[in-house]
């Protein structure tokens, strides 16, 4: 089945660093991929819809210059924290939709960021 | 605002009983889906149902949809102590390449052993 890895799985990084988190389809072409946030025992929002080749659709309320994503080749998204602050500390998920399995989106395992 | 509401929040139950739990929505879907996560992991996909579809089952889950109601349930059978989990379900409005995935708060499932 089709599987998106996500990297780092967890990451620990101090106030006002930058931080990259890698999503990447494994076995299928995303054109499409998702970027959500969740906060403890809450649902999953949705920050962003990150394009292939174009730019990240973000919702409203995202900062796209605090949440800087790429979208460069059609297994690869990158989502950038930068200049992170504490209430940046969450569970960070990207999904893809692979198109062979009948509009099921595949997920990653998630990155727990922790601003200190 | 919400699109998915689930309820009850969270269920506790034994082994071997059987789990439903409930969600509703606002507005009009395209299908809509149910997923399960780990305790700080990814999502799974479980299992999706269309608009046009009442009922759809796989293995042990059973999902039904009512979209006069706007609601939708999910029933796991003869639960075990691997089901504990969050369920979330999701809709879909459209399934274009685009198209976004809305979830509901979730469900915590604890199942006894």
């Known amino acids: 089945g089709a599987v998106v890895s996500q990297h780092p799985s967890r990451v620990i990084c101090k106030s006002g660093t930058s931080v990259k988190i890698e999503c990447r389809s494994l076995?299928?072409?995303?054109?499409?991929m998702f970027w959500y946030r969740q906060f403890p025992k809450k649902s999953l929002m949705l920050m962003a819809t990150?394009?292939?080749?174009?730019?990240?659709?973000?919702e409203q309320g995202v900062e796209k210059d605090k949440f800087l994503i790429n979208h460069a080749s059609l297994t690869l998204s990158t989502l950038t924290v930068t200049s992170a602050h504490p209430e940046d500390s969450s569970f960070y998920i990207c999904?893809?939709?692979?198109?062979?399995?009948?509009?099921?989106?595949?997920f990653g395992s998630g990155t727990r960021l922790t601003v200190v | 605002s919400q699109q998915g509401e689930e309820d009850p929040q969270a269920l506790s139950i034994q082994e071997g009983e059987n789990a439903t739990m409930n969600c509703s929505y606002k507005t009009s879907i395209n299908n809509l889906q149910w997923y399960r996560q780990n305790s700080g992991r990814g999502l799974v996909h479980l299992i999706l149902?269309?608009?046009?579809?009442r009922e759809k089952h796989s293995g042990r889950l059973r999902v039904t949809l009512d979209t006069s109601k706007k609601s939708s349930s999910l029933l796991i059978t003869a639960s075990r102590a691997a089901d504990t989990a969050s369920y979330f379900c999701?809709?879909?409005?459209?399934?274009?390449?685009?198209?976004?995935?809305?979830f509901g708060k979730g469900i915590t499932l604890s199942v006894r052993p």
């Open positions: 076995d299928f072409q995303a054109t499409t």
């Open positions: 149902i269309r608009s046009n579809e």
């Open positions: 999904s893809a939709r692979d198109w062979r399995t009948n509009y099921g989106y595949t």
């Open positions: 990150s394009n292939e080749g174009s730019k990240a659709t973000y």
């Open positions: 999701a809709t879909s409005q459209s399934t274009g390449a685009n198209s976004k995935l809305t």
